[in-house]
């Protein structure tokens, strides 16, 4: 049975940073593509970045550009998202999910169009992320 947990959010001030984690059970982190999406309350879901199967190129948000870093771990099985440079406007839910053997064309859905009906295979409960002085 696949599971992605999500961990590392929390409390942060603006101007602050974390780093999520998101690691995959039952499964091989490298045959997947990993998207890390976001909600805020009220607002609809949107992607924040992407890291593809196998060579793990990796895309993101406009507003995430220059903000994040997605990186991959294969011997921990997991994906991380580094966030700097935090603002309020960052406040919400962000979970992972992931699609088997996804590439290019699933990342640019799940992170350059933020499409709302990409499908994946699993994703995780989430981990909230609070931006607040």
């Known amino acids: 049975q696949v599971q992605l947990v999500e961990s590392g959010g929390g409390l942060v001030q603006p101007g602050g940073a974390l780093r999520l984690s998101c690691t995959v059970s039952g499964a091989i982190v490298d045959y997947y593509a990993i998207g890390w999406f976001r909600q805020a309350p009220g607002k609809e879901r949107e992607g924040v970045s992407c890291l593809t199967s196998g060579e793990g190129e990796s895309y993101y948000a406009k507003f995430a550009k220059g903000r994040a870093t997605i990186s991959r771990d294969s011997a921990k099985d997991t994906v991380y998202l580094q966030l700097n440079n935090l603002t309020p406007e960052d406040t919400a839910d962000y979970f992972c999910?992931?699609?088997?053997?996804?590439?290019?064309?699933?990342?640019?859905?799940?992170?350059?169009?933020?499409?709302?009906?990409?499908?994946?295979?699993?994703r995780g409960q989430g981990t909230q992320v609070t931006v607040s002085s």
């Open positions: 999910a992931a699609s088997l053997g996804g590439g290019a064309w699933w990342c640019t859905e799940v992170a350059e169009r933020s499409t709302l009906d990409i499908q994946f295979d699993y």
